[in-house]
């Protein structure tokens, strides 16, 4: 037994310990140090994107919508990291630019933002900016952006595409027509909200009250308003009283209330089918109607005048009494 477990205790013996090479230690802290750094960097790119969206949901806490200028826009916009989307209205608004149109694009985008801004779903996926050119000219010369007003939308990652330019000729500044460009640019779905305006309501109700304050100082008096003789002494040198003749005056009179009438149902059809603010809208269509209403009675008025038979309700009955 002796004899045959020599040689294996020779061979144990005779072993040495394996080590690495001698030229693998240099590579291994080269890649201890590359994850260290790898990892550092990460973690570098995370607070640099939380200061970011930080500083922006600030912002938007004061304002809906928020001024960009060079530097601002190349940080938060233009230089990476980037986990969210920003929508970029480059306007005008400098009153030596006189450009009207951007105010009043302003007035829809800044509704637009507001009603983000409000809503239960606002989250820190989408902003709301502008470039002013006298603020930022350097940025319109890097875009190319040769007009205004004029919306982008630059996304999470990579360039804006040509989708991402708003067709603000084709389809017009709304603030509803944003909104759904926006919903198919970044899939976030916003509702608008307008602010009540009562200027219509408030002109309306100013005309009735001054209406009936007249009326009640005259309430003792009010035979003005039934004096025929009054009426047609306003019409008696112009309209012909005979259906058979007509003044050359007369004429011209029905071609102005034609005319008025006219373009109260363009103002009418304007109100219905426009996209502009809801309280213009209505004033537009009290406008409307009231010319409509107005003109055409005046035009029936002059009609009944002519044609002393209108309307026809007497002789219609006293032909079915013949037939009878």
Excluded at 224 to 233: D, L, S, V
Excluded at 248 to 261: D, K, Y
């Amino acid at each position: 037994m002796g004899a045959r477990g020599a040689p294996s205790r020779r061979r144990q013996a005779g072993r040495r310990p394996r080590y690495l090479p001698t030229g693998s230690f240099p590579f291994l802290l080269l890649l201890l140090l590359l994850c260290i750094q790898l990892g550092g960097g990460q973690k570098k790119k995370e607070n640099l994107l939380a200061e970011k969206v930080e500083q922006l949901m600030e912002w938007s806490s004061r304002r809906s919508v928020f001024r960009m200028n060079g530097d601002k826009f190349r940080k938060f916009i233009k230089a990476p990291p980037r986990n969210y989307s920003m929508i970029v209205m480059f306007t005008a608004l400098q009153p030596q630019r006189q450009c009207s149109v951007c105010r009043l694009a302003n007035e829809e985008y800044q509704i637009l933002a507001n009603s983000w801004r409000y809503s239960s779903a606002f989250c820190n996926k989408l902003f709301f900016s502008k470039v002013d050119y006298d603020e930022g000219t350097d940025i319109f010369q890097q875009l190319n952006i040769n007009s205004a007003p004029t919306f982008m939308h630059f996304p999470p990652k990579g360039r804006p595409k040509r989708a991402d330019t708003f067709d603000l000729q084709r389809i017009g500044f709304a603030a509803e027509q944003l909104a759904k460009w926006i919903a198919d640019r970044t899939d976030v779905h916003i509702r608008v909200f307008r602010p009540p305006n009562y200027s219509g309501t408030i002109a309306l109700a100013l005309l009735v009250s001054l209406v009936g304050g007249l009326l009640y100082l005259r309430r003792n008096n009010l035979e003005f308003i039934y004096n025929k003789t009054g009426w047609a002494m306003v019409s008696l040198s112009y309209i012909h009283g005979s259906s058979q003749v007509q003044f050359v005056a007369e004429s011209h009179i029905i071609l102005v209330l034609n005319a008025a009438i006219t373009m109260g149902m363009v103002l009418l059809n304007e109100a219905a089918t426009s996209k502009g603010d809801v309280g213009k809208r209505r004033i537009i269509c009290l406008v409307g109607l009231g010319l409509v209403v107005f003109f055409f009675s005046f035009l029936l008025s002059i009609f009944r005048s002519k044609y002393h038979g209108y309307p026809y309700r007497e002789n219609r009955e006293y032909s079915l009494k013949l037939y009878k």
